[in-house]
């Protein structure tokens, strides 16, 4: 578990999620997380445009802006990602694994879709509900 928090245990905002797609067949995910203070954390990642390939860039994108607002102490790996379709809306699941200060982690969180159109941007809030049951940044 990362021990990164203050008296508050304040956690990350999401603050915007891009994804582009091109003709060329590929994708990049565009991730940014905010702070107080107006500090924030970005992650980019590439990827295939199909769905799995933007959830996937998505993921990643995602533990990259992650590892950047740990300073490098929580070091998280995708073990997975995915859309389920569940009574008519997406369901994303997404699980990560890693170390922390020398414990290993294993985390996993799910987000329900509102629009078919939000499904990449579903991994990256899974993600989010997957870590912030242990991830608080010091203000």
């Known amino acids: 578990m990362v021990a990164?928090?203050?008296p508050k245990r304040e956690r990350l905002r999401f603050e915007s999620f891009i994804l582009e797609e091109f003709q060329?067949?590929?994708?990049?995910?565009?991730?940014?997380?905010?702070?107080?203070?107006?500090?924030?954390?970005?992650?980019?990642?590439?990827?295939?445009?199909t769905m799995e390939g933007e959830l996937r860039a998505a993921a990643h994108a995602t533990l990259q802006a992650l590892g950047a607002a740990t300073n490098g102490s929580l070091n998280?790996?995708?073990?997975?990602?995915?859309?389920?379709?569940?009574?008519?809306?997406?369901?994303?699941?997404a699980a990560a694994r890693g170390e922390s200060n020398g414990e290993a982690v294993r985390l996993t969180g799910s987000f329900t879709c509102e629009e078919d159109g939000e499904v990449a941007k579903g991994a990256v809030m899974a993600?989010?509900?997957?870590?912030?049951?242990?991830l608080t940044i010091e203000s």
């Open 4 to 6: 990164l928090s203050d």
């Open 24 to 49: 060329t067949g590929r994708c990049t995910a565009r991730v940014q997380f905010g702070w107080e203070g107006g500090v924030i954390y970005a992650g980019e990642a590439e990827g295939i445009r």
């Open 76 to 93: 998280l790996e995708l073990v997975g990602v995915k859309a389920v379709r569940v009574f008519d809306t997406w369901v994303i699941i």
């Open 127 to 134: 993600l989010m509900n997957a870590t912030n049951r242990v």
